[in-house]
């Protein structure tokens, strides 16, 4: 098949997307309507949104994202983003999902994480209702905000456990503190019922991924990949199954990975469990159809294409029984009839 041939397969055929943020998911067309509602000069147009898509190395991304969070004044603003979200779900075809919802940024806010949840609950219920895929939720937690807001992360899950909630995860600046610092916080997640991920390996080397699994013992990474630099982490990685959800379009942003040298393609022929993702689409401006353009681009087979398909799916903690993943990138060219 045809390289064109192959990507419009993956364009139509059933989809997991393991790392996507809800803030990040945001429409230009509703950042923009927050900002005029906020009296926010930031985003006057949809144009000022998209003009913004580099950044200034990862903290220049966060202080955008910090900027974003800033314009959500009460909890139905969530359910506007959660709203945003899903509808992208539906016209990707991404059947099943996990998405970081963040109670320490809602926290931050100042908002109730009751009536949030609520909001974002009842978008993502309403997905399901209508059948177009299923939704599971990484609570996550800001690695700058410290250990102590990431506890009250859990303490909030403790008291009203939110069923939709499959892992909790550490996002946010990867050089403001090691992850040894939350290993009190990962700890307790077992006993909640909830899979350890985190962010590493993006801005930071590949003593930062190490670090993470020594300390956290996450079963998938979001990113990792600065693990490429280091042989033995790459075996560790391959051999205990720890999956990265990694995001080419966000590292290209960022400016933390570029296209041109990214090591994704090393991973994947190193054995290492690799799955695509957007991160944040609505302000990177990409689609995970996009991400499997670019990893084709960089001069993945066919056959790697579909184990990065098979491998959204299989890495997922509550993967869908109903669209099984294809075994096949030639199953997936069967979806388009
Ligand atoms: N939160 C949202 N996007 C993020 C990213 N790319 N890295 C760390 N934290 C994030
Ligand atoms: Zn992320």
């Known amino acids: 098949m045809a390289a064109e041939d192959l990507l419009r ?22 950042l923009v309507r927050l900002a005029r509602r906020a009296g926010s ?21 966060l202080s955008l994202y910090r900027d974003v969070c800033r314009l959500l004044r009460e909890p139905a603003d969530f359910g506007l983003l959660a709203r945003d979200l899903t509808a992208r779900l539906r016209s990707e075809r991404i059947v099943y999902a996990e998405v970081y919802v963040s109670p320490a940024i809602v926290e931050r806010l100042g908002l109730e994480w009751g009536a949030v949840r609520d909001a974002v609950e009842s978008a993502f219920a309403a997905h399901e209702r209508g059948g177009a895929g299923r939704i599971r939720v990484l609570l996550d937690a800001v690695r700058h905000f410290g250990p102590d807001a990431a506890h009250r992360v859990l303490d909030l899950h403790a008291r009203h456990p939110w069923p939709r909630a499959v892992g909790f995860g550490l996002g946010g600046d990867e050089l403001s503190l090691p992850a040894r610092d939350f290993a009190s916080v990962y700890r307790r997640l077992a006993q909640l019922g909830l899979a350890p991920v985190v962010h590493a390996g993006e801005a930071g080397g590949p003593g930062s991924v190490a670090e993470a699994l020594r300390w956290l013992k996450p079963r998938r990474i979001a990113h990792g990949v ?4 280091d042989r033995g982490l790459v075996r560790t990685l391959a051999r205990a199954g720890v999956a990265l959800d990694v995001c080419l379009t966000s590292n290209e ?9 990214h090591p994704v393609l090393d991973l994947l022929r190193s054995g290492v469990t690799v799955t695509l993702a957007t991160d944040d689409p609505g302000l990177f401006g990409t689609t995970l159809s996009g991400e499997y353009r670019k990893l084709s681009r960089l001069g993945a087979t066919r056959g790697e294409l579909a184990a990065v398909l098979r491998a959204g799916f299989r890495a997922g903690f509550a993967p869908s029984r109903h669209h099984p993943p294809a075994t096949s990138a030639s199953a997936a060219a069967r979806t388009r009839s």
């Open 9 to 30: 397969a993956v364009r139509l055929r059933p989809k997991a997307e393991l790392h996507l943020h809800l803030e990040g998911a945001v429409r230009p067309a509703t």
């Open 41 to 61: 000069p930031l985003f006057p147009d949809v144009a000022s949104v998209r003009a913004r898509r580099r950044f200034e190395g990862l903290a220049g991304f």
């Open 226 to 229: 600065a693990a490429a630099a």
């Open 253 to 261: 942003a960022t400016g933390t990975w570029p296209l041109a040298t």
